[in-house]
């Protein structure tokens, strides 16, 4: 897969799922790499964008543009949708993080399809989740 091949792709996956999959890697808290909730989709059902962000020196030493309370520097990776927009870090090689979310949205399957069923029982879901937690850790 080339690197617009994943760029592709990933404008098809929505932004939660982006997110949930890159607070697999642990290289930063949860909460950072997220803007507010200032920045967000006002056209309903334009669906996911991602982009590099470019920005311009005005005055100061960095370029950096502070967007929704999160800095973000030339060539940061953004992905946004209607929930929020988030800065992928740059440290994820894009074509691995695309097979890694559809390997961590399979594993997410089989819970979500237990949890469809008409036996679905607390103990159960709770080692489904586990399982799922075990399969999509990053090593």
Same mark, same amino acid.
């Given at each position: 897969?080339?690197? *617009? *091949?994943?760029?592709?792709?990933?404008?098809?996956? @929505?932004?939660?799922?982006?997110?949930?999959?890159?607070?697999?890697?642990?290289?930063?808290?949860?909460?950072?790499?997220?803007?507010?909730?200032?920045?967000?989709?006002?056209?309903?059902?334009?669906?996911?964008? #991602?982009?590099?962000?470019?920005?311009?020196?005005?005055?100061?030493?960095?370029?950096?543009? *502070?967007?929704?309370?999160?800095? #973000?520097?030339?060539?940061?990776?953004? @992905?946004? @949708?209607?929930?929020? #927009?988030?800065?992928?870090?740059? *440290?994820?090689?894009?074509?691995?993080?695309?097979?890694?979310?559809?390997?961590?949205?399979?594993?997410?399957?089989? #819970?979500?399809?237990?949890?469809?069923?008409?036996?679905?029982?607390?103990?159960?879901?709770?080692?489904?989740?586990?399982? @799922?937690?075990?399969?999509?850790?990053?090593?």
């Amino acid at each position: 897969m080339t690197k *617009e *091949e994943a760029l592709a792709a990933l404008a098809g996956i @929505h932004t939660p799922i982006v997110c949930d999959a890159v607070e697999k890697y642990d290289l930063r808290p949860r909460t950072d790499g997220l803007m507010d909730t200032s920045i967000r989709s006002l056209l309903r059902g334009l669906g996911p964008m #991602v982009g590099y962000a470019t920005t311009a020196k005005i005055a100061g030493e960095y370029p950096a543009a *502070e967007v929704g309370s999160l800095l #973000v520097y030339p060539g940061d990776l953004l @992905h946004g @949708h209607e929930p929020g #927009v988030m800065v992928i870090p740059s *440290e994820i090689e894009l074509t691995e993080l695309v097979t890694f979310i559809a390997k961590f949205l399979a594993s997410e399957k089989t #819970v979500i399809d237990y949890c469809k069923g008409p036996d679905c029982e607390v103990d159960q879901l709770m080692a489904l989740i586990q399982q @799922h937690a075990e399969r999509t850790e990053r090593r």
